[in-house]
């Protein structure tokens, strides 16, 4: 286990009762259950800001993909254009 360092921080007492009825209830001590908490508010927060970037990062890609299918889109068009138009040439011989 990496070296332990202690902090000193300020809560209300209703928080304080909270916690320390919260670790009795799980037989852990104060410092476990701010240990844990620290931990779990740290992985939530990573996932949340993960899960912000790949929103973002989709928004972005949906962008992208319109442009691309509307070219795409305007390129069939012409194709199909093209080929209605050789086609009317076949049917006028």
């Known amino acids: 286990m990496s070296r332990q360092r202690k902090i000193l921080i300020s809560v209300p007492d209703s928080l304080l ?12 001590n104060r410092s476990e ?26 928004e972005e890609m949906a962008e992208i993909n319109l442009d691309i299918a509307e070219l795409c889109v305007s390129a069939d068009e012409e194709q199909q254009k093209s080929y209605e138009a050789k086609l009317l040439e076949c049917d006028c011989k």
């Open 17 to 28: 009762t909270e916690v320390d009825d919260f670790a009795s209830s799980r037989n852990i």
């Open 33 to 58: 259950f701010i240990r844990d908490a620290m931990r779990l508010y740290i992985k939530e927060r990573k996932k949340a800001e993960l899960c912000s970037r790949l929103r973002r990062g989709y």
